[in-house]
């Protein structure tokens, strides 16, 4: 196995808006950052995960870019970016951006070009059919509901937005977008940043043609196939490669969409041809219904392991993992999985630390933050949970506290509440109005308190980071190969690690029950790296107490 930095990093992933606001408009910014890159290098990451940044009309809150190579006025302006990149390589982290090139906003000047007219330069910029019989070109659906065409009046064509119809796709076989891309990403490079998260990257390549979707029942999205792992994605990712990415040292995640083992292996092979690593959606949607994601159902632990397993056993000595729980885009875990407690936090971030791959925390995870209790729609602000409302509750197809139900359960919201920095008003987060609401537990639930408690959620990441960033295990825990024990216990998530000779033991109780878990194999030498519970030692029968997390190397 080859090493390489991004192997053995920790990344952070901050939401701009929401992380820290400077100058009291209620709105998180680039100079709140900055204010705590002390904060985050205490909490020991080495790469920070910017979510957009850029100048953006903030239909999707930022993930509408209307200009690529500017800052959004609400973050501040280009010379605060280059401060906050100077000083948090000053701090030993790395900055890594969100590049956003599926789409623009319609808001772009590439866009309002190409809707001028039929035969402006730019029109093949986009994605634009005529009407068929009068209707849309397909069936595809929004991923935010709804048809994924918008009818334009002044040419009486369609253009295709796989999100919002503020968010155009843009048409990656035209040569000179994938130029135009690959300059920008250049020119970031060339500012000395770090790497970058690629949204939903593997949605750039259409199937030809644009065939009707397969629809299935009263499903909102069109078929996936259509519009994901297309044809060319991975020649355009070569060439994104052999233009940019070999020329810089970064690291490169790709969001994929509907990506399989097989793809994964050709989006993240160890060649470096293409990405480093990449995020797949398997396990965020275990916990879905026929309702898609507005449910409360909660995860099946069995099937939840084995999701893992697969992605951890069948990418070996192939192409790399990342490891996730929380973003932007996903509840909170400790509510999700967890019972919203400190301890069924730490065994919850247990299971994911020891496994082999690149770590991801999002704002707030390490503090045990939790989901937001929603009472009403009017404290929602993200487009898909509207535009969901707007579908399923005016449709009559769900009840108003149902679709609330699910919203407190999963929806993204949650993830975008502001960090909990004290337990002054607003949190610490701002000195004016918060853009979205504060969760009211964070009078118990903030940094400031657990900074000031040595058995805190926080330290127990630091720990975790610790380990696999700078301690005798650090081969092992980034390098070593994994073993799932116990598939089928619906309460234990128990794996080995092992390089070489050396072996670790995880053993996580992910459940609110006392139970007893049993070794099939003799421990005697046992050393422990990190527990929850200080009064639990490793056995061959053991009784393991709700949310208890243990690692041993034996």
């Known amino acids: 196995m080859e090493k390489a930095w991004w192997k053995e990093s920790v990344i952070y992933q901050i939401y701009p808006r929401s992380f820290c606001d400077s100058n009291g408009d209620g709105i998180g910014d680039l100079n709140g950052i900055r204010s705590k890159l002390d904060y985050l290098q205490k909490l020991g990451i080495n790469v920070i995960w910017l979510s957009p940044i ?4 903030n239909d ?3 993930y509408d870019i209307s200009d690529y190579q500017d800052i959004m006025d609400d973050f501040g302006n280009m010379d605060d970016f280059d ?3 100077k000083e948090a390589h000053e701090h030993g982290i790395k900055i890594v951006m969100d590049l956003v090139v599926n789409h623009t906003s319609d808001e772009h000047k590439w866009f309002i ?3 001028s007219s039929k035969d402006n330069p730019k029109r093949d910029y986009y994605i634009w059919r005529e009407p068929k019989d009068g209707k849309e ?3 595809w659906g929004s991923c935010f509901s709804g048809s994924a065409w918008e009818y334009d009046e002044k040419t009486g064509m369609y253009y295709l937005h796989c999100f919002s119809k503020k968010q155009p796709d843009l048409n990656w076989d035209n040569e000179k977008v994938r130029d135009e891309v690959f300059n920008m990403m250049t020119w970031w490079c060339e500012k000395g940043i770090d790497g ?8 750039i390549s259409k199937v030809p043609g644009l065939p009707d979707g397969k629809k299935e029942g009263d499903a909102i999205y069109g078929d996936l196939s259509n519009t994901t792992n297309g044809p060319r994605v991975h020649e355009y990712l070569q060439e994104m490669r052999k233009r940019v990415l070999s020329k810089y040292d970064l690291i490169t995640v790709g969001e994929c969409a509907g990506v399989t083992i097989e793809e994964a292996k050709k989006y993240a092979n160890l060649d470096n041809s293409e990405l480093n690593m990449v995020f797949q959606f398997e396990h965020t949607g275990l916990d879905y219904d026929e309702r898609g994601k507005w449910t409360t159902k909660r995860f099946y632990l069995p099937d939840l392991k084995a ?3 697969k992605w951890q056993n069948e990418l070996e000595g192939q192409a790399w993992n990342s490891l996730y729980w929380d973003n932007h885009d996903q509840p909170r875990i400790v509510s999700r999985l967890g019972d919203d407690s400190p301890v069924s936090a730490k065994c919850i971030a247990t299971v994911l630390h020891l496994m082999k791959g690149t770590p991801y925390i999002y704002q707030g995870e390490e503090l045990g933050m939790t989901n937001y209790p929603f009472k009403s729609i009017d404290e929602c602000r993200d487009i898909e949970i509207i535009n969901a409302y707007k579908e399923l509750v005016g449709g009559n197809c769900m009840t108003e506290e149902d679709l609330l139900a699910g919203i407190r359960a999963k929806g993204r919201d949650n993830a975008r509440t502001p960090m909990q920095w004290d337990d002054t008003k607003e949190a610490g987060f701002t000195s004016g109005k918060p853009w979205i609401g504060v969760n009211p537990n964070y009078k118990t639930i903030n940094a400031k308190a657990e900074l000031e408690d040595s058995n805190s959620v926080f330290y127990y990441y630091q720990k975790l980071i610790e380990l696999r960033r700078k301690s005798q295990w650090s081969d092992i825990i980034v390098y070593g190969t994994y073993n799932l024990l116990d598939k089928e216990d619906e309460n234990i998530f128990a794996y080995t690690r092992q390089l070489g000779d050396k072996k670790i033991l995880v053993v996580c109780n992910v459940s609110a029950n006392e139970v007893q878990f049993k070794l099939d194999f003799d421990v005697e030498e046992k050393v422990c790296l990190i527990r929850n519970y200080d009064n639990v030692d490793l056995n061959m029968d053991m ?3 709700a949310w208890f997390a243990g690692v041993w190397e034996i």
Do not use: H, Q, T, W
Not at 54 to 57: N, T, V
Not at 196 to 203: A, G, L, N, W
């Open 54 to 57: 850029y100048k953006s009309p």
């Open 60 to 62: 999707d809150n930022g």
């Open 83 to 85: 401060a906050l990149l």
């Open 113 to 115: 070009e190409s809707r």
């Open 137 to 139: 070109p397909n069936n």
């Open 196 to 203: 970058f998260r690629m949204d939903v990257i593997s949605m």
């Open 307 to 309: 999701n893992l397993s």
């Open 543 to 545: 009784s393991v107490p």
